[in-house]
């Protein structure tokens, strides 16, 4: 055991110290200052190293590109085919919903897309 001895003429508060035998835990008040902290922290973080968030600084390549109006019974697949090479049909397909921002399979007649050149 430890023992603490204070001089005698301080407070008399001040000549009791309690000894701490279990987990010390925050306060209520405490825990809002360490979750405050750490937001304030990761915010400042963010905004000093979000730009270099960017994916890049130059532009990219522009991706050669002809218009082509849907017609009935026209899939992805029709209009892929037309400019792929051989065994790139799918790797076109994907581009093209790339390119016009799709999400699935379905081209609404009478819409314009546009479909990379090889």
Do not use: C, W
């Amino acid at each position: 055991m430890s023992t603490i001895s204070i001089a005698a003429g301080l407070d008399s508060r001040l000549s009791r110290v309690r000894r701490i035998d279990g987990p010390v835990t925050l306060t209520r008040r405490g825990q809002v200052v360490v979750v405050a902290a750490f937001l304030l922290a990761a915010f400042a973080l963010m905004i000093a190293f979000g730009g270099l968030a960017t994916a890049t600084k130059e532009a990219g390549e522009p991706v050669p590109v002809k218009m082509v109006e849907v017609q009935p019974g026209d899939t992805l697949y029709d209009l892929a085919g037309e400019v792929a090479g051989p065994g790139e049909v799918r790797e076109t397909v994907h581009r093209i919903l790339q390119l016009n921002d799709l999400n699935g399979g379905v081209l609404p007649v009478g819409d314009k897309i546009a479909v990379p050149l090889r």
